[in-house]
């Protein structure tokens, strides 16, 4: 865990969130400023700081938050209707919090461009 870190503080409950789903590995809860009527974020519940940073010791994580986007999905009663799944990863992706998440988006049609011209 990053003590400086706000998703770290969020597992640790010490900032709220409101949360979708939890298990061992992953905690999922809705994000601050919505961008989509569904817009949660999935978390690999210790401190990764972006997708450069996942090897061989800690991708247990990122299989389960794999793992959790679908009964996000579920829960959040986009399984049918489909959903994106984003992550940013470093400056030219446009991450700003530090910790590896992943964006799942739904509940409006998105199309098909994954890049603003
Ligand atoms: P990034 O740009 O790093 O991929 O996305 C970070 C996301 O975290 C943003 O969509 C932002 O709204 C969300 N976010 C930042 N701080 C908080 C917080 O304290 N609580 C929640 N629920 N979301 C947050
Ligand atoms: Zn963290």
């Given at each position: 865990?990053?003590e400086?870190?706000?998703?770290c503080?969020?597992?640790?409950?010490?900032?709220?969130?409101?949360?979708?789903?939890?298990?061992?590995?992953?905690?999922?809860f809705?994000?601050?400023?919505?961008?989509?009527?569904?817009?949660?974020?999935?978390i690999?519940?210790?401190h990764?700081?972006?997708l450069e940073?996942?090897?061989?010791?800690?991708?247990?994580?990122?299989q389960?938050c794999?793992?959790?986007?679908?009964?996000?999905?579920s829960?959040?009663?986009v399984?049918?209707?489909?959903?994106?799944?984003i992550?940013?990863?470093g400056?030219?992706?446009?991450?700003?919090?530090?910790?590896?998440?992943?964006h799942?988006?739904g509940?409006?049609?998105?199309?098909t461009?994954?890049?603003?011209?």
């Amino acid at each position: 865990m990053d003590e400086n870190c706000i998703f770290c503080k969020i597992i640790k409950g010490e900032i709220p969130s409101n949360k979708v789903y939890e298990d061992e590995y992953v905690l999922a809860f809705k994000d601050l400023h919505p961008v989509t009527p569904v817009h949660v974020l999935i978390i690999p519940k210790i401190h990764i700081q972006d997708l450069e940073h996942v090897d061989e010791t800690n991708s247990v994580y990122t299989q389960k938050c794999q793992e959790a986007f679908k009964k996000v999905a579920s829960e959040c009663g986009v399984a049918e209707s489909g959903y994106r799944v984003i992550c940013n990863c470093g400056e030219d992706g446009g991450q700003e919090v530090k910790h590896l998440h992943y964006h799942l988006l739904g509940g409006q049609k998105l199309g098909t461009k994954i890049v603003h011209e």
